[in-house]
């Protein structure tokens, strides 16, 4: 019989009941007090399953090795042998353990190194990228050093009419009266869908209306872009040499401006052909905005910049870098003021004359669309996502109103008066109404419209909304 640990004859042979193998009995105890189970089948097994087996002692003879000194001496000698050998093989092997675990650090310190130099030299390339404006063909281009940019201040013909605007809008701006004709909340609560035109371009997410209010200039993908007529329901013009997807949209008099996804900024003339290239942002364009004068145009760019444009002349007059991607921005109503709405959610407002910073706000996200009120000390703010509006008081820089619409807000428009703010979205168009007699807001009309713009009509007796579909609705009274 031999053990089935120590494959020995055993000295105390016991059985185990439970794989009936036969064990050395201290083998088997050690074994059982640590795992507790039958080490041939692993199934638990205790002291008491263990059998005592009778045998006659057995007297194990003696090796022929270790009969003799001298064959004890070999023996030792082939022992020791044995253990310096293994002794070497353990050192050649740290070594080499060693050697493989020093190149693997190496290995991971230059690839550190490298990785920091990349990122290092990607914010490099980043930043002078956003420094770069990319000037095409056309006027502006063709001026030479009349394209000195980067936060220079405006001609003193211009700073002159900046300052003339004010003070002309601000004098009457608070004794100004509603116009008389204007359309009054019962109208407005009246409003409902009373044309809809098919639909023009299905990527449009902008539009803008002429102060006639019945041309609509709008595009969608690359190379699209019309001016509709509400009053004919017809394509009046449509606009050539778009260089890429409409990103925003105004009229400058009778002229189409439109910003593009490349980052272009065009003037087109009334049948559609292009009559002035601005200038160009080094990515994609965001907004534009036309200064009250009507002699300065402003766009905006996810490459971190504003810039300035003479109207009289076609020519770039200043570009102003923030430290965010500018999603959106607009003139104040006196014209003084630039506000901008970065993607890191600050709301900066610059002085139109130098291009300084004159105050700062933390909208709390990244801002989609902003719009000053005509009332000139208010300041409508939308961030992205969020189905609430800010009204920020600009003489106290704080909030003083969050209206819910209830939908995400992709477009908004403050009425002449200053009366009747009109948000659009993809749940919804609304309009909010600030009563001066009670100093409280009121929510005037809500239709489930997904919208994508927004635009008040003429005396404000309709609204015209671009769908999600990329069709134009207006709404008015039914009467």
């Not at 490298?114 to 063709?142: F, H, N």
């Not at 036309?290 to 076609?314: E, N």
């Amino acid at each position: 019989m031999l053990c089935a640990i120590s494959g020995e004859a055993p000295q105390v042979p016991v059985a185990s009941r439970k794989s009936g193998n036969v064990f050395e009995k201290r083998l088997i105890e050690a074994y059982i007090a640590e795992h507790g189970s039958d080490p041939v089948n692993g199934e638990e097994l205790s002291t008491d399953d263990l059998v005592e087996l009778k045998t006659a002692r057995i007297v194990r003879p003696r090796p022929p090795t270790l009969t003799s000194i001298p064959a004890l001496l070999s023996t030792f000698q082939n022992e020791w042998d044995a253990v310096a050998l293994e002794t070497f093989q353990l050192k050649q092997q740290l070594a080499q353990t060693r050697q493989e675990l020093s190149t693997a650090l190496y290995q991971n310190d230059a690839a550190t190194r490298v990785i920091a130099r990349l990122q290092r030299e990607r914010d490099e390339a980043r930043d002078a990228l956003s420094k770069i404006t990319i000037s095409a063909g056309g006027p502006a281009a063709a001026n030479g050093d009349a394209m000195q940019v980067d936060n220079q201040g405006l001609p003193e013909a211009l700073v002159a009419r900046v300052q003339a605007t004010q003070q002309k809008l601000s004098s009457t701006r608070r004794k100004r009266p509603v116009p008389e004709g204007w359309a009054s909340a019962e109208t407005i609560q009246s409003f409902d869908s009373v044309q809809t035109t098919d639909p023009l371009y299905p990527q449009s997410r902008t539009m803008a209306l002429d102060e006639t209010r019945d041309l609509v200039l709008s595009g969608g993908a690359p190379g699209s872009a019309a001016v509709y007529s509400i009053s004919m329901q017809a394509e009046a013009s449509r606009l050539s040499g778009v260089s890429g997807s409409v990103t925003a949209a105004l009229w400058f008099g009778s002229q189409p401006v439109l910003a593009t996804s490349t980052g272009d900024v065009d003037v087109f003339e009334q049948d559609g052909t292009r009559a002035a290239h601005l200038g160009s942002h080094a990515g994609a364009a965001t907004s534009l905005a036309l200064h009250p004068s009507g002699d300065i145009l402003a766009s905006t760019g996810v490459d971190k910049s504003f810039i300035l444009y003479d109207l009289s002349s076609m020519t770039l007059l200043t570009q102003v870098f923030t430290s965010s991607e500018i999603t959106c921005g607009k003139f104040h109503p006196d014209g003084h003021l630039f506000a901008a709405g970065l993607k890191s959610g600050k709301i900066q407002l610059f002085q139109t004359e130098n291009s300084e910073t004159v105050a700062e706000f933390d909208a709390g996200g990244p801002l989609h669309a902003i719009s000053f009120s005509e009332n000139g000390t208010w300041l409508a703010a939308a961030v992205q996502g969020e189905t609430s509006v800010s009204i920020w008081d600009l003489r106290k820089q704080e909030v003083i109103k969050v209206l819910d619409v209830g939908s995400a807000i992709e477009g908004m428009d403050w009425d002449y008066t200053g009366q009747f703010l009109a948000v659009a979205g993809p749940g919804c168009v609304a309009v909010e109404q600030y009563s001066k007699a009670s100093k409280s807001w009121s929510e005037l009309v809500r239709k489930a419209i997904p919208a994508r713009a927004v635009q008040w009509g003429p005396n404000g007796y309709s609204l015209v909304a671009l769908t999600a579909e990329g069709a134009l609705m207006t709404l008015g009274a039914a009467a």
